[in-house]
């Protein structure tokens, strides 16, 4: 079994789908991800792509602790989140850059930097609830047993989006590994 959390209008194929906004995409579960109803080592893989930045800190931990359980020995949990020391760093130059001489070109605009930084607001739940840096993330994943890599290759082939190929739009992209 292989399940994609939040999966919005762009569910993946070969996936269950889990949200907690009823969109036009049919869910087979709709509830938060901490409360999947799934029995434990069960799942052998789960993909979270732009959703784990949409909860609290502890909802975030809670779906760690809950995706390790229900994950099988060996099991993958694939996500990303934005990098928030790279996207500090542009809302720092967008922000001061009438003050500031040779300024850093930006790869994005002002509207940009604050909507991946607080979120996009596109319907009930589209905000940013937690920000993230690589260390942050890597520590939280450990604290519940998880082997931490690199997963940008690995979720490429699995899941298509345009910014996995522009590295500017700096995010951390997780293969968490029971």
Known sequence: MKIELGCGERPTSGYLHQDIIQLSTPLDFFCPAWELPIGPESVSEVIAIAVMEHLRIEDFRKTLTHVYNILRHGGVFYFDVPDIKVWSKYLFLVTNAPLLENTPEVPYSKTDVYKTIVGWNRWPGDEHKSLWTKEDVE????????????????IKQRVHRDRFYRPENAHIYIKAVK
């Open 139 to 154: 520590y939280e994943l450990k604290q519940v047993g998880f082997r931490v890599f690199n997963g940008l290759e690995d």
